[in-house]
């Protein structure tokens, strides 16, 4: 298959891609300079330079791709306009990724909360990430334009990537900013839990996802859970850091910025990943990005 890939120079994107290359699929990544481009052809993906602002040009490549998979930018709704518009009444798969920050809620890490959503459940979403799910829901709405669209939707995802880019958000944030201040800080108490993934389960769900799912479908993404204050006790083992910090919110926002103090790294995120597992006969092998820190978290 022809598979067209926007992110594949990322963390997700290129990961995604690098499976889908060994499957035998021909994978086109979109990218946005010439460096980068040379970068994805030592990984074997046919490189697309252009912006995702190029609505004509992601028309264009979903139109002739056998599938298209969406990881650039879950905020940007444009550019699903245009994959949609590219696949409009093909039947092909259109698999856009999301995150589970649409279920954040405003614990400034103080608290653990008792709410879990699944696939099964309905879903408080805070209204500064209402956009981001108006999107997942206009993907999975394309399914009445016979796109055959499915969203994943990702908790906190650890493990070494693939492509391009072998590193996630999360973690390595953390790490390095302790590395730089010489603290392991985190937001409130470090109560607030997320749900998590490993990336190498990751892209099997999305590998059973383009071959399995059925239109109009959404899946969390986790096998685990983790409070942040265990997140940063493993970072403080596995980088001897000794003191863990623990910054009030406000102060949080002003070094880190409100979208991720506040929901990256202050809040609730709790999921389970039901329709997966039953769907589509997905079984995640990673259970704990504690133990994945302390044993295989390379140096930085």
């Given at each position: 298959?022809?598979i067209?890939?926007t992110?594949?120079?990322?963390?997700?994107?290129?990961?995604?891609?690098?499976?889908l290359?060994?499957r035998?699929?021909?994978?086109?990544g979109?990218?946005?300079s010439?460096?980068?481009?040379?970068?994805?052809k030592s990984y074997g993906?046919?490189p697309v330079?252009g912006?995702l602002?190029?609505s004509?040009?992601?028309?264009?490549?979903?139109?002739?791709?056998?599938m298209v998979?969406n990881?650039?930018n879950?905020?940007?709704r444009?550019a699903v306009?245009?994959l949609?518009?590219?696949?409009?009444?093909s039947?092909?798969?259109?698999?856009?990724?999301s995150?589970?920050s649409?279920?954040?809620?405003?614990?400034?890490?103080?608290?653990c909360s008792?709410?879990?959503?699944?696939?099964e459940?309905?879903l408080?979403?805070?209204?500064?990430?209402q956009?981001?799910?108006d999107?997942?829901l206009?993907?999975m709405?394309?399914?009445?334009?016979n796109v055959?669209s499915a969203?994943?939707?990702p908790s906190?995802i650890?493990?070494?990537?693939?492509?391009?880019?072998?590193?996630s958000?999360?973690?390595?944030?953390?790490?390095k900013n302790a590395l730089?201040?010489g603290?392991?800080q985190i937001v409130?108490?470090g109560?607030n839990?997320w749900?998590?993934i490993h990336?190498d389960?990751l892209?099997?769900l999305?590998?059973?996802?383009?071959?399995?799912?059925?239109?109009?479908?959404?899946?969390?993404a986790?096998?685990g859970?983790?409070?942040?204050?265990?997140?940063a006790?493993?970072?403080?083992?596995?980088f001897?850091?000794p003191?863990i910090?623990?910054?009030?919110?406000e102060d949080?926002?002003?070094?880190?910025?409100a979208?991720?103090?506040l929901?990256t790294?202050g809040?609730?995120?709790r999921?389970r990943s039901?329709r997966?597992k039953k769907?589509?006969?997905?079984?995640?092998v990673?259970?704990s990005?504690?133990?994945?820190?302390?044993t295989?978290?390379?140096s930085?």
């Amino acid at each position: 298959m022809k598979i067209f890939v926007t992110g594949a120079g990322g963390y997700i994107g290129g990961s995604v891609a690098a499976a889908l290359i060994k499957r035998g699929h021909q994978v086109r990544g979109l990218t946005r300079s010439t460096d980068s481009a040379e970068q994805l052809k030592s990984y074997g993906i046919d490189p697309v330079i252009g912006e995702l602002d190029d609505s004509r040009l992601l028309k264009q490549e979903a139109s002739i791709a056998d599938m298209v998979i969406n990881t650039a930018n879950a905020d940007h709704r444009g550019a699903v306009e245009a994959l949609i518009s590219g696949l409009n009444q093909s039947g092909k798969r259109l698999i856009h990724t999301s995150g589970t920050s649409i279920v954040g809620d405003d614990a400034r890490g103080d608290f653990c909360s008792e709410v879990i959503f699944s696939e099964e459940t309905s879903l408080a979403i805070d209204p500064r990430k209402q956009a981001r799910r108006d999107i997942d829901l206009r993907v999975m709405d394309a399914a009445k334009q016979n796109v055959h669209s499915a969203v994943i939707i990702p908790s906190l995802i650890y493990g070494h990537g693939t492509g391009v880019n072998k590193k996630s958000i999360q973690v390595p944030f953390l790490v390095k900013n302790a590395l730089e201040v010489g603290t392991v800080q985190i937001v409130g108490k470090g109560l607030n839990t997320w749900s998590n993934i490993h990336i190498d389960d990751l892209v099997n769900l999305y590998l059973a996802v383009s071959e399995q799912a059925p239109a109009g479908a959404f899946y969390f993404a986790e096998n685990g859970e983790a409070a942040f204050s265990d997140v940063a006790e493993a970072i403080s083992r596995r980088f001897s850091i000794p003191h863990i910090e623990h910054l009030k919110a406000e102060d949080a926002v002003k070094r880190w910025g409100a979208a991720r103090a506040l929901f990256t790294f202050g809040s609730n995120s709790r999921v389970r990943s039901v329709r997966a597992k039953k769907e589509l006969d997905w079984r995640p092998v990673h259970v704990s990005v504690q133990n994945w820190i302390l044993t295989s978290y390379e140096s930085a």
